[in-house]
């Protein structure tokens, strides 16, 4: 599928029909496992390819584009062939007196044509792991990669209907007038991933249709460390999760809620680690990525300019070359965007508090986090802090991690998103989990249809009740 339909939408609504239409080519697990394989093989095939284009989309190096993109997609593939049988099987379900005898079942079944629209930040990753699940699920594929990763988004379009099968895989290329016009088809599911501005016009455009959507969008997700932390392995893995793609991952650490008494001993240990990370240069380390665009480098440095902080670490910037320095802004101004708006790049402000539990509710009052991150030496502290935010995901003592557990459902709560993926999660919400309810003919006892005499009413109340 070109980056124009054909004679209008009416080229895209053909071919989005014929994928319907080939679903049950998925029927059997062996047919999903066997284009599930391919995709794989090809990924390790071109991975040089892969880390060469997100390379000059992003600044990744070679190993932080296999450990967050190609192996992340292959971890993932790979996990959903192991299990895809054991998915896949009706799942039976005990059946109350009224409905005896018989048999009830839960029976997944593809939804049809899946949309996933991809955002530029993990352009491979979040294009490709949603279209693991809806295979896994047994549906076709429409995939949107974004524009603003061009490279990388070539190299999706080239090869991804080819190895998938283009009987089940299509690739739409183009800016955001291309997905406008792709969201006036009807899907049979909408995945999105991004901002909430736009989230708002994919969930709009699905009523329409009354498709049904995942949402994963971002938020402020905040990382709050207590004074009885291990402060120097928190700074440490503040870091690692902060600074890994520039800072551009929806569930970074946006931002550090710290007790005043360990707050410049941890300020000190961060800006350590910073420099053991990336050198005293981060520009020179091979380690360290750079930002999407210009606009972007334009953005994050307006925000360091106006943050009023008391204490800034880094802040060097080049336009030129992308490059965003790791920032931290020890206590910025309460009222500035740094702490009203999602970061997404390498600028980490430190809120220090002098009443945790305090700031705690008013987190609690603001839009729901992607994820949380709780620093604490107690688990009872831990799960204190846990209870007070609520939050689309959280980790205790680290950051990040989560997404590499498949088996841990990933996505958002109000603001920060709408339905969670991976692992088994991401094939039940790529499927319709069907109920089937088996009976026999006989027996078929009279007193169970009207009219109800007494002794109807009060059997079938019993058996209901």
Known sequence: MSDEP????????????????????????????????????????????YATALTADLGKSATEAWLTEIGFVIGQSRYARRHLREWMRPRRVSLPAVARPGRGR????????????????????????????????????????SELAPRTAELIAANLPSVLGTDICEVVTGGAEVTAALLTERFDHLFYTGGGRVGRIVMEA???????????????????????????????????????????????PDHVVVERAIADRLTSLIAAEIEAAFGSDASMSADYGRIVNTHHVDRLEGLIRESGATTVIGGQIDRDSRFVAPTVLVEPDPSSSVLADEIFGPILPIVVVDDLDSELRRMAEGPTPLALYVFTGSDQRARQVLEKVPSGGAVINHTLLHLAVHELPFGGMGESGHGSYHGRSGFDRLSHLRSVLQRPTRPDPRIAYPPYGRVAQRLLRRLTG
């Open 6 to 49: 054909n004679e209008g939408t009416g080229g895209w609504t053909e071919r989005i029909e014929a994928l319907r239409g080939s679903t049950s080519l998925l029927h059997e697990a062996s047919a999903r496992s066997e284009r599930l394989k391919r995709l794989e093989d090809h990924l390790r095939e071109h991975e040089v390819e």
């Open 106 to 145: 839960v029976v997944p079944t593809p939804l049809g044509v899946v949309c996933v629209i991809a955002p530029w930040n993990y352009p491979l990753h979040l294009a490709l792991a949603p279209v693991v699940a809806a295979v896994a699920a047994g549906n076709s594929v429409v995939v949107k990669p």
């Open 206 to 252: 699905a009523s329409r249709h009354l498709t049904p959507v995942t949402l994963e969008l971002g938020g402020r997700s905040p990382a709050v460390v207590c004074a009885d932390a291990d402060l120097s392995v928190t700074a440490r893995r503040l870091v690692w999760g902060k600074f890994v793609n520039a800072g551009q991952t929806c569930v970074a």
